[in-house]
Each structure stands twice: as structure tokens, then as C-alpha cells.
């Protein structure tokens, strides 16, 4: 079945950095664009950056625009969100996700990042 297993979240002071990895089983990784959301303490799910099935830029909500890149190696089934500049505000569970035809309809656990001094 479907998995998507997301690791690398942590307790970080501010201005760290932190990669986010989601490693990935049960599906073709390399035919779908895959996402990155969060849901900080009390506050709804925000989507952050989206990255196509082949690669390439992403996609960034502005919040992260500039400090967090997303990418994805095909080979490993594996997807990395790389954050830096870290700010209190960036405290939050974060999700990847598998899109399809504009949905994100497979998700994983979360791994919790806490961005504290």
C-alpha cells in the first residue's frame, strides 16, 4: 500500500536550518508531484511548496518563499524539504503529500518541528 514516512523534524533555535526528508513506498514516486504542508498548534493546514514529478524549482507559498527549497530524488523514492532561516513561526507538524489531478490524496504522518531559543 501507499506510504509516505516523513523524518527529520526536530527541536531548532531560530535562525537554524533543518532538512525534512519522506521517504516513499508503494507507488511510482516519479509519476506524481509531491507537496509539503504543515499545521502549526491550533491553526489550520497551510501548504508550502509543491514540486513536479520530474523535478525542477518548486513552488513556494511566500511564507517559506526564499528559505525553504524542495526537491526530490526519483531514484530513492524520496522527497527533502530543506528549511533555513528558521523563525518561530515556522513551528509546526509537516506533511508531505502525493498530488493527483490537483489533490493531495496520500499522506504521511507528520514530523514535528519546533523552532524555539
Known amino acids: 500500500q501507499v506510504q509516505l514516512v516523513e523524518s527529520g523534524g526536530g527541536l531548532v533555535q531560530p535562525g537554524d536550518s533543518l532538512r525534512l526528508s519522506c521517504t516513499t513506498s508503494?507507488?511510482?514516486?516519479?509519476?506524481?508531484?509531491m507537496s509539503w504542508v504543515r499545521q502549526a498548534p491550533g491553526k489550520g493546514l497551510e501548504w508550502i511548496a509543491d514540486?513536479?514529478?520530474?523535478?525542477?524549482?518548486?513552488y513556494y507559498a511566500d511564507s517559506v518563499k526564499g528559505r525553504f527549497t524542495i526537491s526530490r530524488d526519483n531514484n530513492k523514492e524520496t522527497l527533502f524539504l530543506q528549511m533555513s532561516r528558521l523563525k518561530r513561526e515556522d513551528t509546526a507538524v509537516y506533511y508531505c503529500?502525493?498530488?493527483?489531478?490537483?489533490?493531495?490524496?496520500?499522506w504521511g504522518q507528520g514530523t514535528r518541528v519546533t523552532v524555539s531559543s
Open positions: 503529500a502525493k498530488r493527483a489531478a490537483g489533490t493531495l490524496i496520500d
Open positions: 514540486i513536479k514529478n520530474g523535478g525542477g524549482s518548486g
Open positions: 508503494g507507488f511510482t514516486f516519479s509519476d506524481y508531484a
